[in-house]
């Protein structure tokens, strides 16, 4: 693909060829940075792939998809009537409802003349010789722009594997990261679905309820805790709402930027008797969902600490899946927290029905995707329709699609070969004027994704508005500070168990991807690397006037 050449000459007022900014992506991240732009005064256009804007809950529309932090904490912050007039019906929100949220937010800031959807971004290059982003469209748009940033999202890249015969079933088949718009309705089929990560979990009871036969092809079993989910007490949205300032303060405080509502994880679990950690646990289970792993400050970090967690939940499979053999397959050996926990609604006690089963494939993975259904250790499955829930090519996977050139011609895909490589997960060195919301070497994934996009745009725009001010035409960071950064991102997940498992975190979840820890362990101390960065005066950055480049510290 090549870009096509750009006619200079031409102005259309609606749609100038000639931008500050172009926006990849209109999800959450797109659709604020957008707005953050806007208020700065610079013209800025979203190219968004779908037919519509909501990014990952645009496509993730399966059944049961919903939200796993709550409703109150997974919402802007950046406006204050915002937060205050939008009323949440459920503690956690399903994914109709925060799609119509995003479209309220559009509406409201009046982002829509600015997106560009069926519009997917093909290639994007940095010419040296204007210091503006070339870049080109599968609609045949070319336009050119200083900033060039990137808000694709970290699931948004679905994974479908290489089975053999992947094409050969005569049904209809379906990923859950790219689910139809319109209702399947599963009653009377037999349906096969591949996966049992955080996706399927909130899929499987739902369609084991309308299907006929639902057969559960399990590679690796996954710690789930009831989600707890109910609609929402108008008393907490209002005690919630009255202190909003308070509570966003304290969830930045939190080591992943939710949650502080819940007792704080002040003690090691290692300090508790074995009572202490039952009575924890089990108030856990009951209040719910993801701040189970906040019951003790060393479960992330401590294999023994971790292991009576990992045990309090095998007890409760046991106690809910009847069948010992079946509860015994679905119970994990991994480190609780290693891979995303699950949050969900009567996950377990679906394996009680008579019309569902559970199918062990982690010795003996699927042979092949057959005419009628699918082949494994050696039994042939006739299926209706057969669901992928087979995840994503998670943090890069949606850079990676789009053909990305920095100086010299330099491939993204190509500098990241061996993983990815950035400075705060914001930059990467040779790519001029780039940045990804949420990118690799960022906290994103671990923490609650609204606060850590927020961040990001924030930082972002701030940046292009220091640069405005000190005549600045390039900011890029140095090799030093990336390579420091990277090494410092691993060492800070290797003291955690976070890199003991096959998680997507590492990129194990794809055959050939490196085997490298992306996200960054800790918001806090994260927010800290980056303020003082700006403090210092784009510490680890160079900073480029049209005939000049700066390296050493300039006016915060
Ligand atoms: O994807 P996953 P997901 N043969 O990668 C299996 C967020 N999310 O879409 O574990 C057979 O977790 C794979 O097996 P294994 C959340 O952050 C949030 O479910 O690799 N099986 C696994 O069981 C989450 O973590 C929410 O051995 C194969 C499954 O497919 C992330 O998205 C809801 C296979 C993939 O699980 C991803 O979740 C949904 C193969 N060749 C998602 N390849 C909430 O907010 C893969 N698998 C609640």
Sequence with gaps: MTVKTIDHTTTDKNSPRELDAVIVGAGFAGLYMLHRLRQQGLVARVFEAGDEIGGTWYWNRYPGARCDVESLEYSYQFSEELQQEWEWTERYASQPEILKYINHVADRFDLRRDIQLNTRVVQAAFNVGDARWHIATDAGDAVSAKFCIMATGCLSSTNLPNFDGITDFHGPTYHTGNWPHETIDFSGKRVGIIGTGSSAVQAIPIVADQAAHLTVFQRTPNYSVPAQNMPLDPAIQQAVKADYANVRANNSQMPFAWGARYKLPEDAALAATPAQRQNEYEERWQIGGLPFIGAYSDLLFNQAANDTAAEFIRGKIREIVQDPKVAELLSPRHVVGCKRLCADTHYYATFNRTNVRLVDISADPIERITTAGLRAKGEDFAFDCIIFATGFDAMTGSLAKIDIRGKNNLALKEKWQAGPRTYLGLGTAGFPNFFTISGPGSPSVLTNMLVSIEQHVNWIGACIEHMRRHQFVTIEPTV???????????????????????????????????????????YPPYVEKCNEVVAKGYDGFVLATATATKTEPCPA
């Design 480 to 522: 030093q500070a990336e390579d420091a950064w990277v090494e410092h991102v691993n060492s800070v997940a290797d003291m955690s168990l976070f890199p003991t498992c096959n998680s997507w975190y590492l990129g194990a979840n794809l055959p050939g991807k490196p085997r490298v820890f992306m996200p960054y362990v800790g």
